[in-house]
């Protein structure tokens, strides 16, 4: 039995190329599909954007269509079904028309199995209950488990000795910038992988026993090996996920201000993140830009009073460390980025997986010349409404960038806050 697919307003408004992204089945749109896009086009949100890109895309699928062509159905392209308009009119509005299309063409077309697609999840609860197939939609292939999300660790057998070329052959699976640790416990970092296999590089120890970074020692193995990432001026986007207190923020912006302040590498560190509560809302909040930013900062201002320590420094020496420091961090919001070109900034991207994947398209195509992006999140505390692990721009862009030599990711799981918080992330 073939399968037909019928769109709701909210899968375009999510994605507006969702229109081509069911191979060679066919897609049915109700009218108020089209009148929900109507009402949407409004403002300079996402959702009115898409909106607008999806009436281009029907647009120009329309354009020359007379009625037998409508009537067949609307070829979508080179190996794609076609798409069909439901015009008949509904007793009802809104997503109550949609379904109630869904539910008569799911009557009148007994040899197709149809799917109403939608990212409302009530929607999709009613038209279960009416005996019409509802899914959610995915932009992406669908991860199943964000737990399959590559770690940027891999293990292999053995790893060429101190006296022996740095290269690893075969590197099946390795990607670039992901860290090979032996059966010895020895580590060392794939710089390139092509087909000779993969070359390595040595992990420079960052623990109390070798050097720190802007008076921070890395306290495990994979604080260590996210200190490396930070530092490569070769690797222009890093992204690292783990559970809270495993020291994400503090080693960025130690990395960070190491390379803006000693090795002048960047002009300044910029801070941002994605401002979602997880409670009730407060209200609007006075002030400037950075201003009303602050608030959402408040893990900057604590690892700040920990980088902000100097050693034998008193309270004023402190205190004049902590000023020059902020002199040299700029917190701005999401909401101001689009059009903005970034060049040699050391951005850092907190509570990221709260993005959407168009989000995160927006932000990291803001860099120039010279910018360094870190993404930093826990795809196991999502804020955001309608996001989910498997549809974070966080999970996202760690699939999209593994396989490019300029992109290094880590997941940390050892948590150093302290035994409570490491505790609770365990057990609740």
């Known amino acids: 039995m073939r399968r037909a697919w019928l769109l709701d307003t909210s899968v375009l408004l999510h994605d507006p190329a969702a229109l081509f992204r069911f191979g060679g089945d066919d897609l049915y749109l109700p009218l108020a599909v089209l ?7 409004h403002g300079s949100s996402d959702e009115a954007r898409n909106a607008l890109q999806a009436a281009r895309f029907l ?6 269509a007379g009625p037998q062509a409508l009537e067949r159905g609307l070829p979508l392209g080179d190996g794609l079904g076609r798409l069909h308009f439901l015009t008949a009119e509904t007793r009802h509005e809104g997503s109550d028309a949609v379904l109630e299309a869904a539910e008569t063409l799911a009557h009148t077309r007994p040899d197709v199995r149809l799917t109403l697609v939608a990212r409302d999840i009530n929607l999709r ?4 209950v009416l005996g019409v197939h509802a899914e959610d939609h995915e932009s992406e292939a669908r991860l199943d488990d964000p737990e399959l999300l590559p770690t940027g660790m891999h293990e292999v057998a053995a790893l060429p000795g101190d006296d022996e070329p740095p290269w690893l052959h075969p590197a099946e699976g390795v990607a670039p910038n992901e860290f ?29 026993t070798g ?22 001026p070769e690797v222009d986007f890093v992204t690292l996920l783990g559970p809270a207190g495993t020291g994400k923020t503090l080693l960025a912006l130690a990395a960070g201000l190491a390379q803006t302040l000693e090795g002048q590498r960047y002009r300044e560190i910029l801070m941002t993140r994605a401002t979602v509560a997880i409670g009730e809302e407060i209200g609007y909040l006075p002030g400037t830009e950075e201003e009303k930013m602050t608030p959402w900062m408040g893990a900057l201002m604590d690892n700040l009073e920990v980088l902000a320590e100097p050693a034998g420094a008193g309270r004023w020496g402190q205190a004049a460390t902590r000023d020059v420091l902020q002199s040299r961090i700029r917190v701005r919001s999401l909401n101001f980025m689009r059009g903005r070109t970034l060049l040699n900034r050391y951005v850092v991207l907190d509570e990221a997986q709260n993005l959407t994947p168009q989000q995160m398209r927006t932000l990291i195509t803001r860099a120039g010349p010279g910018t360094k992006v870190v993404c930093l999140g826990n795809i196991g505390q999502i804020d955001t409404p309608f996001l989910t692990p498997t549809t974070s721009g966080l999970t996202y862009v760690v699939r999209r960038f593994r396989p490019w030599d300029h992109a290094g990711h880590l997941t940390l799981t050892r948590g150093e806050r302290s035994r409570l918080a490491d505790f609770a992330s365990q057990a609740l």
């Open 125 to 128: 609860i009613q038209a279960t």
């Open 211 to 232: 050097d720190s970074v802007w008076g921070i020692h890395a306290r495990n193995r994979e604080q260590c090996l996210a200190l490396d990432l930070l530092l490569d």
């Open 35 to 41: 009148r929900g896009l109507d009402a949407a086009r």
């Open 59 to 64: 647009d120009g699928l329309l354009a020359g």
């Open 180 to 208: 090979l640790i032996d059966g010895n416990g020895r580590l060392a970092r794939a710089v390139a992988v092509g087909d000779n296999g993969a070359r390595l590089q040595a992990v420079p120890d960052t623990t109390e």
